[in-house]
């Protein structure tokens, strides 16, 4: 979970990804709302995050199909 604007930059990871949804109760107190939604930056900040989490997960599904392969 990511909230727009950041206090440094466009925006800022609050939360991981997670399969635990009882983490994000504990999110929800913290988020404020006010001001003007950055949408461009916001949504260019969100891109970049799921092309880095998709390819981490590329990595993990070949480094798993190669410990199958070789019996690791």
């Not at 440094?8 to 009882?22: C, G, H, K, Q, Y």
């Not at 109760?25 to 092309?51: C, D, M, N, V």
């Not at 798993?64 to 070789?70: A, K, L, M, Q, R």
């Amino acid at each position: 979970m990511c909230v727009f604007p950041g206090k440094n930059s466009d925006a800022e990871i609050v939360l991981n990804w997670t399969p635990r949804f009882d983490s994000l109760s504990s999110i929800f107190p913290k988020l404020t709302t006010g001001g003007i939604t950055p949408t461009g930056p916001a949504l260019r900040e969100a891109l970049q995050h799921f092309k880095s989490v998709r390819s981490r997960k590329g990595l993990l599904e070949a480094k798993e199909e190669h410990d199958d392969e070789f019996g690791f």
